[in-house]
């Protein structure tokens, strides 16, 4: 029992021993009921303002699933251990073995905190789901058309009647493609045609393989790939640029934190922690950089 319920209980002794005998015959139902009341009361406060502060609830990191399971949890790591040092919070990193659910858990469900996002993403979540632009690097984004070097095809005109592997058809890179190509005159279904797979690594393989004639990916995704087979593979096209996939907070996160969040970030070439993570070079970035995706065309 603590201080404070001792000296309530030492009031209310006090307090019945100058109240007469006949009086408290008469009042005693009411008034112990009553002060039964307060003290139980009492004791629930005294005990709620003693008991430690619960530990702050922890943060979602979400990632859009550019690559692998394993590869992308491996990348991430790192990340939300930086995210946890800066916040003093612990970080859940989360993602879908899908483009299409990851989008969803994102504009629809709104279930991560903080997210690396692909664009298109970004401004649906935008307009209807509360997030906030934090950083993005400098780079844009932009897809490449690849074959390997002892491949026939040497430009676009060579991909008629061919089968081009893609990424996810929710993913960026797939739609920079598909609007490129069609700018071109190639229409799936018509003299092109077009098979997703589950990854720009799965893109690839297949190309590397000979199951594929070509493949639209990144050159993010080029840089996965180890060296022997990356130097098997030649471009033969870049589509057009859009602003990059980017890390989004959602607003229910404190501005405070928000701020805390991008300093990590934009520290990350320069602390000893920072460096083990492989992404970086970012800056801040606002909504408007992202109205080119707004406009950009539909497929």
Known sequence: MNHLQDENINLTARILRHVPSSALMTICPTWVATTFAVLCLATMFSARAQTPDEPPRSYVLGAFPYLPSRELENLFAPIAADFKRALGRDIQFMSKTSFESFSKELVENQSYDIAFVQPFDYVLAAGHSGYLPLAAR??????????????????????????????????????????????????????????????????????????IDACGTTPSAMHHLKNPARERLRGIAETDVIPPALFVVHSRVPESERKLILNAILAWPTTPDGLEIQLSGFAPVADSDYDVVRKFPTD
């Open 138 to 211: 400098p780079e844009k984004l932009y897809a490449l058309i690849v074959t390997t070097k002892d491949s026939p095809i040497r430009e676009l005109a060579d991909l008629k009647g061919k089968r081009i592997s893609l990424p996810p058809r929710d993913s960026a890179i797939s739609r920079l493609i598909r609007v490129y190509l069609r700018k071109h005159g190639l229409v799936p279904g018509k003299n092109i045609e077009f098979v997703y797979l589950r990854s720009h690594t799965s893109c690839l393989q297949y190309v590397l393989i000979g199951q």
